[in-house]
Structures are given as C-alpha cells and as structure tokens.
C-alpha cells in the first residue's frame, strides 16, 4: 500500500473510477492528469498490534489495508474466519470498523471481528462489507493486519466520483 501512496504522491493524484475505469488486463497507461479528483497528502504506516490498530482507526477514520483476499471471493455473510488463510497480499481494502462479537459460521460461536470495505460493489458480501474475525487467537488472519496505512487525501475536484 505504501508503494502505491508514493506513487500517487509523485504521479500527482488519482482519476475518478468513472474517468479510468479497471478494465482487467495490461495495457498503456492513459493517465489524465486534468482528471485528478484527489491527491495524497501524506500517508503514515500503523503498527501491526491490534490495539494499535483499532485506535487508530477511532481517531483517524478508515485504514488503507492489505490483505489475503482468496476466502473474500466466497463470502456471503457473517465473520469469516478461516481456519487456514495465507498472509500473502494481493488485494488492497479499507478498514472502516470493528466489532466485539459476530457469529462466525465456520467456528459455530461468536467472534470479535474487523469491519471492511471492499471495492467489489455492493451487490458482494453484506451490502460490499466483509466481517473478518480478530483477536489473540486469530492474531493478522489472511494477513489483515500486516499492512496498515493511514492516509491524508485532498479532493481536487467537486466531480462525482467513487473512490471506494
């Protein structure tokens, strides 16, 4: 995440979804620096520790995040908590909040849980939320906790956009 906060910081911002849309594949890059919607001020990495985290998503808001997105593609529901999940990064979400206990289908009881946000619409998930359980014994599953960032945005534009 960070290498992708330096790059809009140097690149000078980011363009709207609706101005540069993902298209899934490589190709050129057609950025359109006229189009920038919003620009990295300043960006900070949080520590790993889960207290750490949870406070500093009460002060500063939502958290940029990193993490293990494989048992995200079947989520339909509840905290997930796999019993087996990589730490391996491959897809970038916010964390927007937490909880202390949701049912967790796959542990059969109730669990202290993250609250994300994730890019993948609305019609994913609960209404584009995913519930990943947290706590001592299920410390930085699928790797939520590894890659945390706090991030200052300046919009540029009074376009609608949608960051997230």
């Not at 949080?46 to 494989?70: F, M, R, T, W, Y």
């Not at 916010?94 to 946000?117: D, H, M, N, Q």
């Not at 939320?129 to 706590?135: L, T, W």
Request: glycine share 10%; net charge positive; charged share 20%.
């Amino acid at each position: 995440m960070t290498t992708a906060f330096s790059y809009l910081q140097k690149a000078g911002g980011l363009e709207s979804e609706k101005d540069y849309p993902y298209i899934g594949r490589d190709s050129t890059c057609k950025f359109d620096k006229s189009k920038i919607v919003a620009q990295v001020n300043n960006f900070s990495v949080v520590s790993v520790n889960e207290d750490q985290i949870a406070a500093n998503l009460v002060k500063h808001g939502p958290l940029a995040i990193g993490i293990n997105a494989v048992f995200m593609q079947t989520y339909i529901g509840g905290v997930s908590c796999p019993y087996i999940c990589g730490r391996h990064l491959d897809h970038g979400v916010l964390l927007v909040g937490y909880g202390s206990a949701g049912y967790a289908p796959i542990r059969f009881k109730e669990k202290p849980y993250w609250i994300i946000k994730n890019s993948w619409g609305e019609n994913w998930g609960e209404n584009g939320y995913y519930k990943i359980c947290r706590g001592p014994h299920v410390q930085n599953k699928c790797g939520v906790d590894s890659m945390v960032s706090t991030v200052t945005a300046i919009h540029t534009s009074k376009k609608e956009y949608n960051m997230y």
